[in-house]
């Protein structure tokens, strides 16, 4: 196959996508012809691997997605992943499952995970309804916030610090609440991160991008150019500003619907810029702890859905993530999605998502420059553009058994050399 005779599909029609294949001379063909490369929606995605459409892709062939990659991406998968892999550790006896113990505002104490507390004290509505009032027993009047799971953007989410206005929003929503009942949408409820880190009075998270390769082993790059989505509005932990948006949802979908948004920067600062801001005032140290611990985070979310993940090798998948840091510089992980947005609401946005794509086939093609998925994902240092490793177990493993037989070696040699004499005292 000639280079310029590569064919690639897409089920979205945005220009920084469809330019960075025309600059490499691919032709387009539609889902039903012929491609080599595709770009996908979700749900296409899963009718293409869906056992009833009897869909086979040859060794030419890879897609933007892994077949279940909602086990990562829907909020409830994600949670119960993330729980499960903490007790798996624990059960190993693992030094990554150690505990501590934590005293709340409230001056209560409670126990945490110390290395793997990365996501907020999270549950799964209607089945966990009875431990979560449990829980905000605790602490009462504390700030909980209900997302329903199978939704982004922003839509559906609010807040809460009363059980009355859970069961008042119950009622309203038609969403029985009990276990027993069945109910046609899930939430997860997560304790409210009330003392976010704040800029200028405003709250703000980060978009981070992650490429993922392969999940068996686990092969994962973390793109250089995140950036910190900003709210248009102060914050405000008051009561009455427990409805409005403005104040708690970065999401720039909601945002730019309201009246401060600026659209010549979009709320948005690069993630270059905020490690600057950190350095200057909180010091060096401490935010290359926290640039370090959000790598952490994005690993163990990955290593946890790993073994549940179907690791086709025609697939590859770049996660949104969202992580919100507190005051105490400490992240926390929001969500992940499988299909981070696309849209340039700036022109410095425009730039930065061109190069992700095109930084993403630099890594998934193999050098020849034709997508094969028989390929061992090994990019070239030139291919990673501006993706850092995160983690390559295959990597690992081969430096790790480098090591073991020098070890060998090293046992062997000194086992033929013959031992050394004791010089006669004079």
Request: positive net charge; charged residues 25%.
């Amino acid at each position: 196959m000639e280079k310029s005779k590569v064919t690639y599909c897409t089920d979205l029609e945005k220009s920084v996508i469809i330019s960075n294949f025309q600059r490499r001379g691919w032709t387009q063909v539609g889902p039903e012809g012929e491609w080599n490369f595709y770009w996908s929606f979700t749900q296409n995605c899963r009718t293409i691997f869906s056992i009833e459409s009897g869909y086979r892709m040859n060794d030419n062939q890879i897609i933007n997605h892994f077949p279940n990659h909602y086990e990562l991406s829907r909020k409830d998968l994600l949670v119960k992943n993330i729980k499960r892999y903490r007790k798996e550790l624990e059960r190993e006896g693992s030094l990554l499952a150690e505990k501590t113990d934590v005293t709340l505002p409230n001056g209560q104490t409670v126990t945490r995970y110390l290395h793997l507390d990365f996501i907020p004290v999270t549950y799964v509505l209607p089945a966990d309804y009875n431990m979560f009032v449990e829980e905000y027993r605790k602490s009462p009047q504390s700030t909980w916030i209900m997302k329903p799971c199978g939704k982004s953007q922003g839509a559906g989410i609010f807040l809460i610090n009363k059980l009355s206005k859970l069961k008042k929003w119950s009622r309203e929503a038609k969403t029985p609440l009990h276990p027993q009942l069945t109910s046609k949408e899930t939430y997860v409820i997560s304790r409210y991160i009330d003392n976010p880190l704040l800029i200028g009075g405003k709250k703000f998270d980060l978009r981070l991008y992650v490429l993922v390769t392969s999940f068996r082993p686990l092969k994962a790059y973390l793109f250089q150019h995140g950036f910190c989505r900003f709210c248009t509005v102060k914050y405000d932990t008051s009561v009455t500003e427990l409805d409005n948006m403005y104040v708690h949802l970065t999401n720039v979908s909601v945002q730019k619907h309201g009246g401060d948004y600026n659209s010549l920067h979009g709320g948005k600062m690069s993630i270059q810029n905020l490690r600057l801001y950190l350095q200057g005032t909180r010091g060096r140290v401490v935010t290359e702890k926290l640039f370090d611990d959000m790598q952490w985070l994005i690993v163990h979310s990955l290593k946890a859905v790993a073994p549940v993940m179907a690791n086709d090798r025609h697939s590859f998948e770049c996660y949104g993530y969202d992580i919100i840091i507190d005051d105490l510089l400490k992240p926390w992980l929001v969500e992940v999605n499988a299909s981070p947005s696309l849209q340039s609401t700036t022109h410095n946005d425009r730039i930065l998502k061109y190069k992700l794509i095109d930084n993403i086939i630099s890594v998934v093609v193999p050098p020849g420059g034709i997508p094969d998925a028989r390929w061992n994902k090994v990019p070239t240092e030139e291919a990673l553009g501006d993706f850092d490793v995160l983690i390559d177990e295959e990597l690992i493993e081969r430096e790790d058994a480098n090591l073991r037989s020098e070890k060998i070696e090293m046992r062997a040699e000194i086992r033929t050399q013959p031992p050394l004499k004791m010089k006669p005292k004079s």
